[in-house]
């Protein structure tokens, strides 16, 4: 199979002549990893799916934090009512739960990369170029 390298800003361009679409994060741009992802689709599938993940990562961190203060709620509880032994134990399993409940990252928000590139050397800029022309 061949495969095109495109940079585009225009989406009805990218739509209509993509086929799928590779995804590079980069810690330069304020990634917490560098990844390179695949995306089966045009354009508008991959923003559509980007979409869809964002939703179900933040519903999957919802859930983590509601799980977390949960068990941290029922450890914290103090007084005579909870000091008898079948509370200790459930105190002892819920912060065997605690430990070992997996951290569920949020939403990585995107980062702005910025990218300056030296004045090239011996090259005029277009303007430069130009020619007046009087009719």
């Given at each position: 199979t061949d495969i095109l390298l495109v940079v585009s800003h225009d989406q009805v361009f990218l739509d209509t002549v993509c086929t799928d679409i590779l995804e590079l994060k980069s810690t330069l741009a304020g990634?917490?990893?560098?990844?390179?992802?695949h995306y089966s689709g045009d354009y508008a599938t991959y923003l559509n799916t980007l979409s869809e993940q964002k939703v179900a990562q933040q519903r999957l961190r919802v859930a983590f934090e509601k799980e977390r203060d949960k068990l941290r709620e029922f450890i914290s509880r103090d007084g005579k009512k909870y000091d008898n032994p079948a509370h200790q134990s459930?105190?002892?399993?819920?912060?065997?739960?605690?430990?070992?409940?997996?951290e569920v990252e949020g939403v990585e928000e995107e980062s702005e990369l910025v990218m300056r590139f030296p004045k090239p050397y011996g090259i005029f800029s277009p303007t430069e170029n130009l020619i007046s022309v009087k009719d």
């Open positions: 990634s917490s990893k560098s990844t390179l992802v459930q105190r002892k399993m819920k912060m065997k739960q605690l430990e070992s409940l997996m």
